[in-house]
């Protein structure tokens, strides 16, 4: 049976669930948005959030599942060439983050040391997809460079309106 897209928008708008849950449902049932409905609900109910079906149950418990379900799935990595020296669960960062709060400026210049020795911070997020810390940092540094020019001089303005007053000694550089 071939399943119209509006029947499977309006299964995705009801249930936030993927397409190809919304269109397998909906061909298992016939087209029948009511019973295909309750059959991603009673999954749902059944395998909790991590089965794959991700409903939009909004109660406190269930955000707070996926939440920690992401942080433990979600890794923070330090790495140099093919060696990895640190690897662990965002969650478990988060602990230390917070157990050692007091010396949380030694975290950001520890990661700036390595940064310069050269290491990798990444965050590997689930499905292989990566936050490379590295080349945030580079894109921020070259962004301030550019934009500051701190080794030109500001053009003196010439194009003076009539009337207007004469600079008076002031200095004003615009980054933009």
Known sequence: MTIDMKLIDEMRKRTNCSYQEA???LEKHNGDLIEAIVEFEKKQAQYGNFSGYNGNSSTFGNRVKR???KGNVTRFSVEKGEETYLNIPVNILLLILLITMPIFWFYAILVGV??????KIRIKKDAGRTVEI????DDLSSKVKSAAKWDEKPAANTNQT???KKDQGENEITIE
């Open 134 to 137: 590295n080349t945030i940092m």
């Open 162 to 164: 009539p009337g207007a």
């Open 23 to 25: 269109k397998e449902l």
């Open 114 to 119: 390595l940064y310069v020795l050269g290491y």
């Open 67 to 69: 939440m920690f379900h």
